[in-house]
């Protein structure tokens, strides 16, 4: 029988991206399948492969539907990341103001987008907060479209019960290290998890600070996925203690040559190397650094 695939169960603003770039290096190039929420065609061409195509695969991700596995004739178990959903959103909010077009069919009307607070609005009126237990309770489907119908009572019991039953990792943005290293021992990944963080944007400060009322606004919308983030902490509490000193050895290589990734990016990016672009001998050699930086990360 042929290997369980994995299926990165990919929510928006948890750090996904990264993730993605190093289960893509564990795995052959063809192996390798997206699936997103938004682009329904990349859901209709994987329908319509034959079973013994399907089979060949080794990882999906993106943003998938939950029972998405069951298309899978060699099975498959899930992954994914959680995050503190207050920080989720708000990320979210500064990803959809700057590349809105990134949302495909989910994109939000322009004027909805127009600040922190009508964006909530937007989300409320559609039923679309709470999504981190919306997509793993299975309650998006590929042809939904806002506005959705509200989520059900049983929805947090059910996305609880997901994760404690088909998800092989629950990891955490905050706890990005330890979930990695985790996944990579869960699938027996040989291959470096070094990483260089992708399509981050917590660094640009708001133009407008937001106040105390819109962040209880947003925590009192999201209560579902506050629960869920908490029970998901347990679990990784729970299998980083099962697994136990397993991990170490990883996990300090890991930070060992994050660190050094970090330190030559920003001697790249230092004023007087960046300088070194205008000279035109240094600057094909600067441009092939980074080529090779790029092809390591």
Same mark, same amino acid.
């Not at 192996?31 to 195509?53: H, N, Y």
């Not at 291959?191 to 606004?217: A, G, I």
């Not at 960046?274 to 080529?291: H, T, W």
């Given at each position: 029988?042929?290997?369980?695939?994995? %299926?990165?169960?990919?929510?928006?603003?948890?750090?996904?991206?990264?993730?993605?770039?190093?289960?893509?290096?564990?795995?052959?190039?063809?192996?390798?399948?997206? %699936?997103? !929420?938004?682009?329904?065609?990349? %859901?209709?061409?994987?329908?319509?492969?034959?079973?013994?195509?399907?089979?060949?695969?080794?990882?999906?991700i993106g943003h998938i539907p939950f029972g998405f596995?069951?298309?899978?004739?060699?099975?498959?178990?899930?992954?994914?990341?959680? +995050?503190? @959903?207050?920080?989720?959103?708000?990320?979210? /909010?500064?990803? !959809?103001?700057?590349? *809105?077009?990134?949302?495909?069919?989910?994109? @939000?009307?322009?004027?909805?987008?127009?600040?922190?607070?009508? /964006?909530?609005?937007?989300?409320?009126?559609?039923?679309?907060?709470?999504?981190?237990?919306?997509?793993?309770?299975?309650? =998006?489907? @590929?042809?939904?479209?806002?506005?959705? *119908?509200?989520?059900? *009572?049983?929805?947090?019991?059910?996305?609880?019960?997901h994760l404690e039953n088909d998800f092989a990792v629950?990891g955490a943005t905050e706890r990005y290290d330890e979930? !990695?290293?985790?996944?990579?021992?869960?699938?027996?990944?040989?291959?470096?998890?070094? /990483?260089? +963080?992708?399509?981050?944007?917590?660094?640009?400060?708001?133009?407008? *600070?937001?106040?105390?009322?819109?962040?209880?606004?947003?925590?009192?919308?999201?209560?579902?996925?506050?629960?869920?983030?908490?029970?998901?902490?347990?679990?990784?509490?729970?299998?980083?203690?099962?697994?136990?000193?397993?991990?170490?050895?990883?996990?300090?290589?890991?930070?060992?040559?994050?660190?050094? !990734?970090? +330190?030559?990016?920003?001697?790249?990016?230092?004023?007087?190397?960046?300088? %070194?672009?205008? =000279? @035109?001998?240094?600057?094909?050699? /600067?441009?092939?650094?980074?080529?090779?930086?790029? +092809?390591?990360?």
């Amino acid at each position: 029988m042929a290997e369980q695939a994995l %299926i990165f169960f990919h929510i928006h603003k948890t750090g996904g991206q990264t993730l993605e770039g190093v289960i893509r290096r564990q795995y052959p190039r063809n192996t390798v399948r997206e %699936i997103w !929420l938004q682009r329904p065609e990349t %859901i209709e061409e994987f329908l319509s492969l034959p079973d013994e195509e399907r089979a060949r695969f080794r990882a999906l991700i993106g943003h998938i539907p939950f029972g998405f596995h069951r298309h899978l004739p060699q099975g498959a178990r899930y992954v994914t990341l959680l +995050r503190d @959903p207050v920080k989720r959103f708000l990320s979210e /909010y500064r990803h !959809l103001s700057d590349l *809105p077009e990134e949302w495909g069919v989910w994109r @939000p009307p322009e004027e909805c987008l127009e600040s922190v607070d009508s /964006y909530l609005d937007y989300l409320i009126s559609n039923h679309l907060c709470n999504a981190q237990t919306r997509m793993i309770a299975g309650f =998006v489907e @590929p042809a939904d479209r806002p506005p959705l *119908p509200p989520c059900p *009572p049983d929805a947090l019991e059910r996305a609880k019960r997901h994760l404690e039953n088909d998800f092989a990792v629950v990891g955490a943005t905050e706890r990005y290290d330890e979930s !990695l290293a985790l996944i990579g021992h869960a699938f027996g990944w040989t291959k470096s998890l070094h /990483y260089m +963080r992708r399509n981050v944007r917590e660094r640009q400060p708001f133009r407008k *600070p937001v106040s105390e009322d819109t962040l209880e606004r947003i925590r009192e919308s999201h209560a579902l996925d506050i629960d869920l983030v908490a029970h998901g902490a347990r679990l990784l509490d729970a299998q980083l203690t099962q697994v136990g000193d397993a991990l170490d050895e990883s996990l300090r290589r890991l930070r060992r040559v994050n660190a050094n !990734l970090e +330190r030559l990016l920003a001697f790249a990016h230092h004023p007087a190397v960046r300088s %070194i672009r205008s =000279v @035109p001998g240094l600057r094909q050699f /600067y441009n092939l650094a980074g080529v090779l930086v790029r +092809r390591v990360t």
